[in-house]
């Protein structure tokens, strides 16, 4: 047997000893849709919003005016879940779109009076959910979560940073008919 070949073989069996349960990304993925499941019929029964909507409202809310692309970026979203959600919420009254000073090929979102008031009004009851939510931990078990949640973000944006200027690069010098030859990001352990 080769060394190549038995390479893959003990690494096929160390990877058969782990339980998928024990990857990270399963567990916050498990949680994740937990939670959606747990708050969306707070959301969706009490104020006929879906998550995606709420999540644009609430965000439109922090960030005041915003872009579409703005969206996307903080919430690591795709475009077209942003589209979807932010044209319900402007055909509802709750969001305007109104042209964007800076930058013409985008629009500013902004709330209206009946999207702050629904904010006001769903506010609330996103607090007592997570009041709930976070009552299974004492105050140093959430202050760990949450501290080891923001390391966890920012490690992974780190490592995803360079491949977003590849791609950025990629797109620039593809608008210019330039060929541009990179190498993806390596990741280490």
């Known amino acids: 047997m080769t060394a190549r ?10 990877a058969d ?14 949680l994740r849709k937990l939670l959606d499941r747990y708050s969306s019929p707070a959301i969706s029964e009490q104020f006929g919003l879906s998550l995606a909507e709420w999540r644009m409202l609430s965000h439109i809310h922090a960030g005041g005016s915003v872009t579409a692309f703005w969206l996307c ?24 779109s109104k042209p964007n000073p800076a930058d013409a090929r985008s629009a500013l979102l902004e ?9 006001g009004r769903i506010m609330p009851v996103r ?15 959430n202050a760990l979560l949450y501290r080891a949640l923001d390391k966890l973000t920012k490690a ?14 990629k797109r620039s010098a593809a608008k210019k008919g330039a060929i541009v030859r990179t190498h993806a990001p390596r990741y280490s352990r």
């Open 5 to 14: 070949k038995r390479g893959r073989t003990s690494a096929s069996k160390a």
């Open 17 to 30: 000893t782990v339980p998928i349960e024990q990857l990270l990304d399963y567990k916050i993925g498990q």
């Open 73 to 96: 970026r903080r919430l690591q979203a795709d475009r077209a879940e942003v589209s979807r959600a932010c044209a319900s919420l402007i055909s509802r009254g709750y969001v305007v």
């Open 111 to 119: 709330l209206t009076r009946a999207g702050q008031a629904m904010y």
């Open 127 to 141: 607090l007592r959910l997570q009041k709930e939510l976070t009552g299974a931990l004492d105050r140093r078990e």
């Open 156 to 169: 992974i944006s780190d490592r995803m940073a360079p491949a977003a200027e590849t791609a950025k690069a």
